[in-house]
């Protein structure tokens, strides 16, 4: 059986067509492609590649039957293209990939500037987060972002400036190579589709943010607060990926989401909190460190998380007398869930330790610290609250590390 071709058109007119893949076009039988490509393909051989999953089922069909198939997809194969989506469907060895000219490469030359060490996004017909997107700004000098009608330039200038990024100069490229090209700084109108944007920073940051924000770095109140060397321990036993969704259950002041937050920017935070009195401040410490990924849920666990979305980790930092449920609760979500829960009090402490023994992966610690406090022409060790803090993953065998 020949293989399915899959051919990346380049920029979009003929002559961004490498020779391989005008070779390939001509010897194909058919050639599955979006409309715009339609004038690249004698009509003939023309087959709409949409709806997609129909498209894959006749190109199988034709494929099985001798005849040579080739899926013209813009700009080159490997970036954002429908590879991805065949090679699931079909496997690697039912595919032949002819590179194209891509739309970075293509931009890259008209500002006569590299593109090693950029940073590579899509919010082309896929969900991408504003928090995540300001997150690889923040790291890189340059990143790129394939954009769609939804999300575009402005969608693009509105993330940067709720993230704290204003200053990072928005360059937006639209229907290179073709003959509507344009290339805009700041535009003051969205351009046309296919678009791609370039964020340039000049000052870029280094990975994620540090953990282990100063107490005083947040507002409080009267409200009672985790403390950070509580928190960077929590985060250690949460083990938090880039994408964790995230129930900080008893948030109070917000210091464990803010935290969790900044941990995760393509993830979501969800701050749980019955308490009127700390609401605000929640609100108001996300709004200081500039977070686009959390989201307020005000009401008393575990009722209150019955309509938020299934978490991939939970923290308790406090239950309202309610431990027991929401155990109860988070043991019969469907999916594992990696849980850290915080207790002051021996009688949690001891529920804790009975309940969670058994999850994958337990473990805890009892963290007593004391701090360096001025006391006249002295020093002496003020000290805090001990906590115990047990971690494990409920619901299933935990994964390997």
């Given at each position: 059986?020949?293989?399915?071709?899959?051919?990346?058109?380049?920029?979009?007119?003929?002559?961004?067509?490498?020779?391989?893949?005008?070779?390939?076009?001509?010897?194909?039988?058919?050639?599955?492609?979006?409309?715009?490509?339609?004038?690249?393909?004698?009509?003939?051989?023309?087959?709409?590649?949409?709806?997609?999953?129909?498209?894959?089922?006749?190109?199988?069909?034709?494929?099985?039957?001798?005849?040579?198939?080739?899926?013209?997809?813009?700009?080159?194969?490997?970036?954002?293209?429908?590879?991805?989506?065949?090679?699931?469907?079909?496997?690697?060895?039912?595919?032949?990939?002819?590179?194209?000219?891509?739309?970075?490469?293509?931009?890259?030359?008209?500002?006569?500037?590299?593109?090693?060490?950029?940073?590579?996004?899509?919010?082309?017909?896929?969900?991408?987060?504003?928090?995540?997107?300001?997150?690889?700004?923040?790291?890189?000098?340059?990143?790129?972002?394939?954009?769609?009608?939804?999300?575009?330039?402005?969608?693009?200038?509105?993330a940067l400036d709720a993230g704290g990024l204003g200053y990072v100069r928005l360059i937006v490229g639209s229907d290179l190579g073709g003959s509507g090209e344009t290339i805009l700084t700041e535009p003051d109108e969205e351009p046309a589709a296919p678009a791609i944007a370039l964020l340039e920073n000049d000052r870029p940051e280094a990975g994620l943010p540090a953990v282990g924000l100063e107490d005083a770095a947040f507002v409080r109140g009267s409200v009672p607060m985790t403390k950070r060397e509580i928190r960077v321990q929590a985060l250690a036993m949460l083990r938090l990926p880039m994408d964790a969704v995230v129930w900080d259950i008893g948030a109070g002041t917000g210091s464990v989401t803010v935290e969790c937050a900044r941990q995760c920017p393509n993830g979501q935070v969800l701050a749980v909190e019955r308490e009127a009195?700390?609401?605000?401040?929640?609100?108001?410490?996300?709004?200081?460190?500039?977070?686009?990924?959390?989201?307020?849920?005000?009401?008393?666990?575990?009722?209150?998380?019955?309509?938020?979305?299934?978490?991939?980790?939970?923290?308790?930092?406090?239950?309202?007398?309610?431990?027991?449920?929401?155990?109860?609760?988070?043991?019969?979500?469907?999916?594992?869930?990696?849980?850290?829960?915080?207790?002051?009090?021996?009688?949690?402490?001891?529920?804790?330790?009975v309940r969670m023994n058994g999850y994958g992966g337990f473990e805890a610690v009892q963290l007593s610290v004391s701090r360096l406090e001025p006391a006249g022409s002295v020093t002496m060790l003020r000290a805090q609250n001990p906590v115990f803090l047990f971690a494990g993953t409920a619901g299933g065998q935990e994964a390997e590390a």
């Open positions: 059986m020949n293989r399915i071709c899959v051919i990346g058109a380049g920029p979009g007119p003929a002559q961004g067509l490498t020779l391989e893949a005008r070779r390939a076009l001509e010897e194909a039988d058919a050639v599955y492609a979006a409309q715009r490509y339609a004038g690249l393909i004698p009509p003939e051989k023309c087959r709409a590649l949409l709806p997609l999953e129909a498209a894959i089922r006749a190109m199988e069909q034709e494929n099985r039957e001798g005849r040579g198939i080739a899926v013209l997809v813009s700009g080159d194969a490997g970036f954002y293209s429908l590879l991805g989506r065949l090679r699931e469907e079909m496997g690697p060895q039912a595919l032949r990939v002819i590179p194209g000219v891509g739309c970075v490469q293509t931009l890259c030359a008209r500002l006569c500037i590299g593109w090693e060490g950029a940073a590579f996004l899509s919010a082309h017909g896929r969900e991408l987060p504003p928090s995540g997107l300001c997150h690889e700004v923040r790291t890189h000098r340059r990143t790129f972002v394939l954009l769609d009608a939804l999300h575009g330039a402005r969608w693009v200038r509105q009195e700390a609401l605000p401040l929640i609100r108001e410490n996300i709004r200081r460190f500039r977070l686009q990924n959390v989201t307020v849920a005000e009401g008393e666990a575990p009722e209150a998380l019955r309509t938020l979305p299934c978490p991939s980790h939970v923290f308790i930092g406090g239950s309202g007398g309610h431990l027991g449920e929401i155990l109860d609760t988070l043991e019969a979500l469907p999916s594992p869930v990696r849980v850290c829960a915080s207790a002051v009090t021996l009688e949690s402490a001891a529920l804790l330790n």
